[in-house]
């Protein structure tokens, strides 16, 4: 069976939890994973990878990729240039981008709670009622850890493939009771969606009308993407 590399648990990691995503053509959460938006009569070397200029066509769900040193150079002028198929290459200058596809990632991911805890294939029951929803959490490099360590806020550079988050996740305060929660999942949106992961709790909290609002500490709930 083959393993995950570091660097490619890193990349999904910064990719899809800490703003690696991007949210149209020359639009950028993170130089995590990209170096930028393509830039007029710049050098790019080989590996380096950007996000077309917003006023480049056919943009949607693509990047430009510096494939090997023979298509290093600078960029042109033109910053309205057709972007082709996905695995196409493209002139620019004296630049060779190959056109690659982007990983789809989160923008924002919501914590959740249970009673009775989820699965793999999602299930569980959910808190609801008196006052209960979903904290958002912005996918971004300042909310979620690098691999490296807990509270780090720059690109991913360490080996266990894990993340955490970097600040409170704090639920609204309870107005009626909601029972033993025994989990916490995150999901994809802010209500149904799909369940991204899940923990269970080290110890169920019953949480009653006017208790103080539930909140997991900075670094409280991490999750791996590990072999």
């Not at 149209?24 to 393509?38: D, H, I, M, R, Y």
């Not at 780090?152 to 009771?177: D, L, V």
Request: glycine letters at 14%; a negative charge.
């Amino acid at each position: 069976m083959a393993a995950q590399s570091d660097i490619l648990e890193n990349r999904l990691i910064d990719g899809l939890f800490r703003g690696g995503a991007l949210n149209a053509a020359g639009t950028l959460n993170s130089a995590a994973v990209v170096t930028g938006v393509w830039t007029a009569s710049t050098a790019y070397t080989a590996g380096q990878v950007v996000v077309p200029h917003a006023n480049m066509t056919g943009a949607g769900g693509k990047l430009l990729y510096v494939a090997s040193t023979a298509g290093a150079g600078t960029t042109g002028t033109t910053n309205t240039l057709a972007i082709p198929a996905v695995g196409s290459t493209l002139t620019d200058n004296t630049v060779t981008w190959t056109v690659i596809s982007v990983l789809p990632a989160y923008l924002t991911l919501y914590f959740a709670l249970f009673t009775v805890a989820p699965g793999e294939t999602g299930g569980g029951t959910e808190v609801t009622g008196g006052s209960y929803a979903r904290v958002a959490v912005t996918c971004s490099l300042t909310n979620f850890a690098g691999t490296q360590s807990a509270g780090s806020t720059t690109a991913s550079s360490g080996t266990g493939g894990t993340t955490s988050n970097n600040g409170a996740i704090t639920f609204p305060t309870p107005t009626a009771n909601w029972g033993s929660v025994v989990a916490i999942g995150v999901f994809d949106l802010v209500t149904g969606g799909n369940l991204i992961n899940y923990g269970t709790l080290t110890t169920p909290k019953t949480v009653n009308n006017g208790d103080p609002a539930p909140s997991f500490a900075a670094a409280a709930y991490s999750f791996q993407i590990d072999n």
